[in-house]
Structure formats: structure tokens, C-alpha cells
């Protein structure tokens, strides 16, 4: 089995399994700098693997096709912000309204346009090209590992360094973590909490519906029921492993996309596949008990300083 | 200074509007249906009809409501309770699964006799549902972790966790299919109303119901309880027992998810049948946020969720529309009634009516 690990086909298939995981927690980063809880990115998700399929399958463009996914996933991540933010719905509901929308809309507009009820594999939709690097594909080794992947594959990584870019480096980011940090001091020094908070939950729609279109025109040649089936979830708890950071949060999809592709080659080795699939959701609670146990640790020891501080200026007191 | 009694207070005119604004969502995902409906069927009125009506036209769908329905009890009103001490505790699905799974671990030892064993079962259910619960509720205190996330998580591990369990050691290699070994018929629940379908579940699921609300409304440790719901640092400064009650609550709810479980797969089937989460869980948060965490409305939201979740299955029956128009009725449901905002200018102006009305009536004294 371990000739089997080692593999570029296991390499890739974990490349595979990384890449809508990696989108959807670098919108769960976006996200949570924004301080929203949004849980919604399945209905997201469902809604662009739908929307790009139909656009490529009725216009056979791929652009256009992944324009359509786009709109359709940021017009989910719209409602859910209009919503959260001028309608003030408790975010965990909303999100669950549009996950159970995305759930059982897009049934319905599949069933609504195509008269079929399971998935579109009648459709001659478009799918993301594989990419052969020039130069890099002919290197042995290296060109094995890193050439001839889906198009999203490299994608996802180039979202990672926008997405830091994004929040590090440009006024927007600036706007987007201060009215996610304190939204009062936001608003005292002229920003716009609200829009700031909308334009935020939109560019987290656009990465997650890439993440949801890497499933229809990528992972899988057409759209089925409930595909993502938990990727959205999955991403949001690599974001909490990766304390909103996007490198670690792109590692922690990684580990995640491992776990998921080792629970593939179990399962058809005939192996009980449940460990692996369990690994990496105990990883992450394990980890998340280790983080809190740090924090708890430093602000006692930051009481007792400030104790003993207090004690100090006691003595002096006194001695006065 | 008294009130007349001639007008309301702002309190009452709140809980009319939220009523109100219930009612309103139920009627807008009703007119999203009709058209959703008339798009994709040959007869439009004829399905809208049995969307409306189909679950009342024969007795084999009534019963089909109240089997749907007794589950439904059990994870809104696990989902109620947590919500009320603040917890966003969505681990009730994991419980429900887990639940199902202890049940059938004991479901399947033969030689108990019936008086011992359907207890015994339901004991075990509870406790992993409390277990699965439980979890998030003890690192929310202990370790500082975001419910939520410690929730969904819990959720996975519960869920394969339960599948290796029914899939290795239980696993009926006779059964031709991926399933456990039959229950003992020792586990086989006693029947209500003569009706085989209809098992002691209702009986359970409504002393759960009352159970919740006693605990919530009439003991000291629910009134601990909603305070932390209502104002976590109020709480803290009036020392109150705080991550004692969460995880009190949340044990208590993951019991009750638990026996759901345990009762859904004991009352329906023959052996342990799931290959995936259930979606009860889920279900109980819609559940909860109808009844806003009061689980004396439980009751009526599970009967309306069993209703339309009957009328999906007899569309599906008698009709080419997708049944899963029912979760777009839902969404549309949840989110109105959780917008907050939505109809407040009315509430608005309502309250600022009602506060001239009893200032001009002070004013006349």
C-alpha cells in the first residue's frame, strides 16, 4: 500500500480532493476577517456547479459558462448577506435556509430545464481544461508532480496569495478586518460597516463558487444532487484550524484533502475507510482543545502578572 | 400608575408580529411553491392540491405524518434547549445518528426480555446522544472552542464512528446488503392505537417536550439557562453557574436527540439502515427557530414539518414534480421568520402607536 501512497496518481488525487476545499477556505477566510458566521458556502457551492454546468452546456463557452456559476454564487452569498445585514436574520438560519435552497432548488431547476431528476450527465457540458506547463512538463519527476492538472488545481493555489494579498495588502483588506475587529471604531473613523461587511460576503461568494464548479466541470463531468456533500462545512472548520490565516488555512485543506483521498483508497481496497474519513475532523477537534488550552494558559499567566504587579505596588505603598 | 387594560404592551404587540411574520413567511413559501409547481407540472392545480391537502387523503398518510413526526419532537426540542442557553449546538444530528447506533449495539444481543432491553436500549441511546452533544457543550467551556465549529466536527466523527461499528463488527453478511443484524424481537417497540406504525415514541417524544419546558420555564437551572442564552456576562456577574449550565444543557439535549435516534430506528426498522447522517438534526434547528426555542410550540412546528415532509412524499407519488421543492418551502420559511427586520417597520410603527395610546390615556389620569 505504501508503493500506492507514494504514487503521482494518489499525489493528484489528493490535489483533487484539496482543490474545492482550498476555495471555499480561502472564502471562509474572507469571511471570518469580516467577523461573519457564514455557513451558507454549501448552498453556494451548489448553486455555481449548477449555474456553470447549464451556461457551458446551453452557450458551449467555457467563459461564459463560469460566469454564469459566478453570478449564481454570488447572487446566494447576496441574499445571505442582505439578509444577515439589513434584515438582521441570525446567520447560522440563514445560512441553513440557503444550504437547504441550494439542497433542493437546484433539484428543481435541474428537473425544471432538463426533465431530469439525479444529475445532468446527459448534458454535453463544458469541463476546466488540464494544464501542461511549458518547460516544467518535461522535467522527469517534477514535471509529473507539478504539470498536467485541471486548470482550478492551480487556480486555488493562485487564490491563496490573492486572498493574503487581498486582506494584507490593499485598502479593502485594511476596511474588511477593521469592521470584522471592532465595527464601532470601524464606523467612528468613516467606514461603511455594512457595505464593507456586503462586498466582503461577495468576494466570499466568487471564491466559493469556484470550489463548487471545480466539483461539476472538474472532479466530475456534470452536476449531481448534493455533490459538495459537506465540502462547504469541511472548509469552514480548515479556516477555525488555520486561525483565518490563508496559508494555514490552505495547509489544513491540504491535510483535509489527504484524509479524504486515503478514505478513497481504502474504500477500494476493501479496508474499513471510516478511520480515515473520521482522521481529520478528530484532528481538528484535538487541535482546536490544544489552541484553547494556549489561550486560557497565557491569560491567567497574564492575571498573575498582573497580580503580583498589583502586590508590588502594594509594597510600595507601604513602604511609603 | 395603572395600565389599562385597553392597551397592549410592546411585549404583547412583539409577540403578535412575530406570529404575524410566521404566518406571512409560510404564506410567501406557499405562493413560491404554487409557481414553482406550475412551471414543471402537466396539472399544476392538481398538484397544488396535493401539496395542500394530499397528506389528509388517506389513513396510510396519516399515519405516515405521526411516524415522521415523533423524531422530529425529539431533535427540535434537543435543538430548543441549547438554543435557549446561547450554545449554537447543530451536534443534535451526530446524537440522533449516534443514538440509533447504541440502540442497535444493544438492539441486537438476543435473550433479554422485552421489559429490560427496550429500557436498556433507550438508556444507551441517551447516553452517546449525550456523549455527542455533550463535546461541544465541555470544550466551549473548558477550551474556549467555537461551538459550532466543535459541533459540525462532532458530527463527522459520530457518523463514522457509527458506520464502522455497524459496518464491521455488526455487519450481516447474510443480509445481501450493507445493514446490521436484525434487532432482537425483544426491541421491538409496543404499538399505539393499533396502529403498526404508530410506536410508544409519541408518548416519549411528548413527555420530552414537557419535560424540556419544565426544565426550561419552572426550575432554577433553566432560568440559569436562559440567562446565559439571554446575557452571557449578566450571568457571570450574578454568579451563576455558567459553564455548568452549559454542559448541563447540553448533555440533557443530547439525551433527547439520543432516544430520538434510538426510538426512529427501533420503531421503523428491522436493522440498523442508515448509510448517511439523517438530516434530523438539522430539521430540529428549522424546528426550533419556528417555535423561538419555546418547546411548548414543538408539538405544532414537528406536525407542520411531518405535514409538508408527507406532502413531498405524495407528490412524489402522484406526480412528476420533484418532491425537493418541499426545501425550497423550508428555506423560504427560515429565513423569513429569522430576518429579524423583516415587517419591523410595521412592528415599529405599531409599538410607537401603542406608546402614544398609553401616554395619552396617563396624560388624561
Known amino acids: 500500500m505504501l508503493d500506492v501512497i507514494f504514487s503521482f ?24 476577517k469580516a467577523d461573519i458566521l457564514c455557513i451558507a458556502y454549501e448552498g453556494m457551492m451548489l448553486f455555481a456547479a449548477l449555474g456553470g454546468v447549464l451556461g457551458s452546456f446551453y452557450t458551449q463557452n467555457l467563459l461564459v459558462g463560469v460566469l454564469v456559476g459566478v453570478i449564481c454564487g454570488i447572487i446566494i452569498a447576496a441574499i445571505f448577506a442582505y439578509f444577515v445585514m439589513y434584515l438582521e436574520a441570525r446567520p447560522l438560519l440563514a445560512g441553513l435556509a440557503l444550504n ?29 481544461p488540464n494544464v501542461e506547463i511549458p518547460g516544467i512538463s518535461s522535467i522527469p519527476v517534477l514535471g509529473d508532480l507539478l504539470s498536467g492538472h485541471n486548470l482550478c488545481v492551480y487556480l486555488a493555489f493562485l487564490s491563496v496569495i490573492a486572498v493574503w494579498f487581498l486582506i494584507n495588502k490593499t485598502r479593502l483588506g485594511l476596511r474588511i478586518r477593521a469592521v470584522g475587529r471592532n465595527p464601532e471604531a470601524a464606523a467612528s473613523v468613516g467606514i461603511n460597516v455594512k457595505k464593507t461587511k456586503f462586498i466582503a460576503m461577495l468576494l466570499s461568494g466568487l471564491l466559493a463558487s469556484f470550489g463548487g464548479m471545480y466539483m461539476s466541470m472538474g472532479y466530475l463531468p456534470y452536476f449531481t444532487t448534493d455533490m459538495t456533500a459537506g465540502r462547504g462545512f469541511i472548509s469552514i472548520a480548515a ?35 471510516q478511520f480515515a474519513s473520521m482522521l ?15 489561550t486560557k494558559r497565557e491569560e491567567t499567566h497574564v492575571k498573575k502578572t498582573a497580580h503580583a504587579v498589583g502586590n508590588g505596588a502594594k509594597g510600595l505603598e507601604e513602604k511609603v | 400608575m395603572s395600565k389599562g387594560k385597553v392597551v397592549d404592551s410592546s411585549k404583547q404587540i412583539e409577540l403578535r408580529f412575530s406570529v404575524l411574520r410566521t404566518a406571512v413567511a409560510i404564506l410567501i413559501s406557499l405562493v413560491i411553491a404554487f409557481i414553482l409547481i406550475a412551471t414543471v407540472s402537466d396539472n399544476p392545480g392538481g398538484d397544488f392540491i396535493t401539496l395542500l391537502t394530499g397528506p389528509l387523503q ?43 447506533v447504541a440502540a442497535t449495539m444493544v438492539g441486537v444481543i438476543e435473550g433479554i426480555p422485552a421489559i429490560i432491553h427496550i429500557p436498556l436500549c433507550i438508556l444507551a441511546g441517551a447516553a452517546a446522544g449525550a456523549v455527542i452533544m455533550g463535546i461541544p457543550g465541555i470544550l466551549h467551556v473548558k477550551y474556549n472552542v467555537v461551538t459550532i465549529v466543535a459541533a459540525l466536527m462532532i458530527n463527522y466523527v459520530a457518523l463514522y464512528l457509527g458506520l464502522y461499528i455497524i459496518l464491521n463488527p455488526l455487519r450481516d453478511p447474510a443480509a445481501g446488503f450493507e445493514a446490521s443484524y436484525p434487532f432482537a424481537e425483544s426491541t421491538s417497540l409496543p404499538t399505539l392505537f393499533g396502529n403498526p406504525r404508530i410506536h410508544i415514541g409519541l408518548i416519549l417524544g411528548v413527555i420530552a417536550v414537557i419535560a424540556a419546558y419544565l426544565l426550561l420555564y419552572r426550575t432554577g437551572f433553566g432560568l440559569s439557562a436562559r440567562t446565559v442564552g439571554n446575557n452571557k456576562k449578566f450571568a457571570v456577574y450574578s454568579g451563576m453557574p455558567v459553564g455548568k449550565t452549559i454542559i448541563g444543557i447540553s448533555l440533557f439535549a443530547g439525551c433527547l436527540a439520543g432516544i430520538g435516534g434510538t426510538v426512529e430506528t427501533l420503531g421503523n426498522y428491522q436493522r440498523f439502515m442508515y448509510t448517511d447522517f439523517t438530516n434530523h438534526g438539522w430539521d430540529g434547528v428549522m ?53 429579524e427586520k423583516f415587517m419591523a417597520g410595521w412592528e415599529h410603527k405599531a409599538i410607537v402607536k401603542n406608546s402614544q395610546k398609553e401616554l395619552g390615556t396617563q396624560g388624561g389620569e
Open chain 1, 100 to 128: 437547504t435552497l441550494g439542497s433542493g432548488g437546484t433539484v428543481y431547476v435541474v428537473y425544471l430545464l432538463t426533465g431530469m431528476k439525479q444529475n445532468t450527465s446527459n448534458l454535453q457540458s463544458l469541463r476546466f
Open chain 2, 287 to 339: 424546528l426550533a427557530v419556528l417555535c423561538h426555542n419555546k418547546p411548548q410550540y414543538m408539538p405544532l412546528a414537528a406536525l407542520f414539518l411531518a405535514y409538508i415532509r408527507t406532502s413531498a412524499d405524495a407528490l412524489n407519488f402522484s406526480s412528476s414534480v420533484p418532491p425537493e421543492i418541499i426545501e425550497v418551502i423550508q428555506a423560504v420559511i427560515i429565513i423569513f421568520v429569522a430576518a
Open chain 2, 58 to 100: 388517506n389513513s396510510s398518510r396519516m399515519t405516515t405524518i405521526v411516524s415522521k413526526f415523533i423524531p422530529l419532537l425529539f431533535t427540535g426540542t434537543a435543538i430548543c434547549m441549547v438554543n435557549s442557553a446561547g450554545q449554537i449546538n447543530i451536534a443534535a444530528e451526530g446524537a440522533f445518528f449516534a443514538g440509533a
Open chain 1, 280 to 294: 481529520p475532523y478528530v484532528v481538528t477537534i484535538i487541535g482546536l482543545v490544544i489552541m484553547g488550552i494556549k
Open chain 1, 9 to 32: 496518481d494518489f499525489f493528484s488525487s489528493v490535489l483533487r480532493m484539496s482543490t474545492p476545499l482550498i476555495f471555499t477556505g480561502m472564502a471562509a477566510v474572507i469571511g471570518a
Open chain 1, 239 to 273: 479556516q477555525n484550524m488555520g486561525l483565518g490565516n490563508p496559508a494555514l488555512t490552505m495547509l489544513f485543506c491540504l491535510v483535509f484533502g489527504l484524509a479524504m483521498a486515503v478514505g478513497n483508497m481504502a474504500q477500494s481496497y476493501r479496508l474499513p475507510s
